[in-house]
């Protein structure tokens, strides 16, 4: 027979409504009560009721995450820590793979997707700021990513003007004058992509180089194939760049593959640089320097913020969050005296 309430009041010496107030956080109580109320639990090993608790609530206890790329390892590490602070908070995190398809970011959008949740963490791709702002759902959301800005929503994210303003600023620092940029957006609709642009361009004036159109490489995608396509129609340029910055570590592996098939050495003949810090660049053939997020930061702020809006204990304006990034430097910039 499974332990009850009424065998954790008796056990502390405590009433019944104290020790569902400490279970169910209904109602601030004496931190010496709630540790013997705690203590108690402890030594009958009760175990909560999570979806009974959620369904006396009106809840389901679940929340999504809606990522554009579930193969992506940084939105796959992301989700890993996603899942593990959801967890913490008695929560199941669901996953929606968006495949940065428009129609199902609204469908998201509008919580007329398959599963019944209680709010959702998105990162949307296709739609912006209009489409937000439109929104009849009234389950509580928090952005990440770049795209949507003004909006009634708490939002997270890194700069990425900054963040490439310091991949560029590092390049300059070795001496790298031909820059090349890989992952500009043909359409114009991928804002991450629109802004890690931007900041390339202002961080070329800031050391007084030129900006040459001939060295940004687009790419309708930001993957591994991309980055060796882009790479390979930048080395067949009459004057190659000593240097690329890759949209994304993805994109950079790739250009590594292509490097490597054309027997250029990173990075005595090219430098290069991407975003994200992911697993698979610590291990590449050089190591890949790198812009790194603070993913674990983004990931746990995010479900804490989206906790605090379905519980009701969150109750100011939302928030713009800009999360802390860093320049970790491996062998693809290493060289000799540098």
Do not use: W
């Not at 389901?60 to 820590?81: D, K, V």
Request: charged fraction near 25%.
């Amino acid at each position: 027979m499974g332990v009850s309430l009424k065998d954790i009041a008796e056990r502390a010496g405590v009433s019944l409504a104290t020790v569902s107030n400490v279970v169910n956080g209904y109602r601030p109580v004496g931190e010496h009560t709630r540790q013997r109320v705690q203590k108690a639990i402890d030594e009958l090993g009760y175990s909560p009721n999570l979806s009974a608790r959620h369904l006396r609530r009106g809840r389901t206890g679940l929340i999504a995450l809606a990522i554009p790329e579930l193969n992506n390892p940084y939105f796959a590490e992301l989700a890993e820590i996603a899942i593990r602070e959801a967890a913490g908070h008695g929560y199941t995190l669901v996953m929606e793979n968006t495949a940065a398809d428009r129609e199902v970011e609204l469908q998201l959008l509008e919580g007329s997707r398959r599963h019944i949740i209680d709010g959702l963490i998105f990162s949307p791709v296709r739609i912006g700021r209009e489409e937000v702002l439109a929104r009849t759902a009234d389950s509580p959301l928090v952005l990440i990513g770049e795209g949507v800005y003004d909006v009634p929503h708490d939002h997270i994210a890194i700069d990425n003007v900054a963040a490439s303003h310091a991949a560029i600023a590092h390049l300059v620092a070795i001496g790298r004058r031909r820059i090349a940029f890989i992952g500009a957006a043909p359409s114009g609709d991928r804002q991450s992509a629109n802004l890690r642009m931007r900041g390339y361009r202002e961080a070329l004036a800031a050391a007084d180089l030129p900006f040459r159109p001939r060295l940004v490489a687009h790419t309708d995608e930001f993957g591994r194939l991309d980055g060796m396509r882009a790479m390979r129609a930048l080395l067949a340029l009459p004057e190659p760049p000593d240097a690329v910055f890759a949209y994304n570590d993805l994109t950079a592996i790739g250009a590594l593959r292509a490097l490597a098939e054309a027997g250029r050495r990173v990075p005595d003949d090219v430098a290069l640089v991407g975003i994200d810090d992911i697993e698979e660049g610590r291990f590449s053939t050089p190591t890949l320097t790198t812009i790194a997020p603070d993913k674990e930061e983004i990931g746990r702020l995010a479900v804490r913020r989206l906790v605090a809006r379905i519980e009701g204990t969150e109750v100011a304006a939302p928030l713009t969050v800009q999360t802390p990034f860093r320049l970790i430097r491996r062998e693809s910039t290493r060289t000799p005296g540098t």
